[in-house]
């Protein structure tokens, strides 16, 4: 598999692109494999740490919400930016987590 500079450097959801961008990607390539495997309607319950420079820092600069969006099946080169706050406070005043568009799981 060939990896090109535009697939190291993204612009992403901010403030800190480069906490969001790969957070994002693997929440969202986690989700789509539950799907493809025929696990996501079975899953009940998804817990995300991060570590290093994402766990200490990675509130500050977005990663949770990345984490947050990528689990819900967003890319960061396709989600809607404009609707990001809004869809974050739904999923808190809701409690739910929809994964991957389609599969609702409690979210705390």
Do not use: C, N, W
């Amino acid at each position: 598999m060939a990896i090109s500079v535009f697939d190291l450097f993204k612009v992403g959801i901010g403030p800190s692109s480069s906490h969001t961008g790969g957070p994002m990607a693997a929440a969202h390539r986690f989700a789509r494999g539950l799907r493809d495997d025929g696990l996501l309607q079975r899953t009940a319950r998804v817990q995300a740490i991060l570590y290093g420079s994402l766990g200490l820092t990675g509130k500050g600069h977005g990663s949770d919400k990345a984490v947050l969006l990528g689990l819900s099946g967003d890319k960061p080169e396709t989600v809607d930016v404009e609707d990001i706050e809004p869809r974050l406070a739904r999923m808190r005043a809701d409690g739910t987590l929809t994964l991957f568009g389609s599969h609702p799981i409690p979210f705390v």
